[in-house]
Nanobody, 124 residues
Framework: EVQLVESGGGLVQPGGSLRLSCAAS????????MAWIRQAPGKGPEWVSG????????NYRDSVKGRFTITRDNAKNTLYLQMNSLKPEDTAVYYC?????????????????WGQGTQVTVSS
């Protein structure tokens, strides 16, 4: 059974930083692309960033480029999202999600396995 457990969320002031982690189990982590998806209050989910199975290929939605960095440690079965220069519009529940293939893309429907999410609130 696929299990994804996010952590690292919290309350941070605008301009601050947070590092999210996602511990994966129940599948061969190193064989699958992964992604971060977020859902803001009252809005639908949106894809934030993705990484391929080996970690060499990453992609980001335009609004987070240059501020967020996705990485993975396949030895630890863990996915990360380093978020810098946070803005109030980054406030959302952040989920990690497993791709069905070795790659990752921005199509939300491809991601059948999500974690329970971690809340990120950016506010002064």
């Amino acid at each position: 059974e696929v299990q994804l457990v996010e952590s690292g969320g919290g309350l941070v002031q605008p301009g601050g930083s947070l590092r999210l982690s996602c511990a994966a189990s129940g599948f061969t982590f190193s064989c699958y692309g992964m992604a971060w998806i977020r859902q803001a209050p009252g809005k639908g989910p949106e894809w934030v960033s993705g990484i391929n199975c080996g970690g060499a290929s990453t992609n980001y939605r335009d609004s987070v480029k240059g501020r967020f960095t996705i990485t993975r440690d396949n030895a630890k079965n863990t996915l990360y999202l380093q978020m810098n220069s946070l803005k109030p519009e980054d406030t959302a529940v952040y989920y990690c999600a497993k791709s069905p293939t070795a790659r990752s893309n921005a199509i939300l429907g491809n991601y059948g396995s999500w974690g329970q999410g971690t809340q990120v609130t950016v506010s002064s």
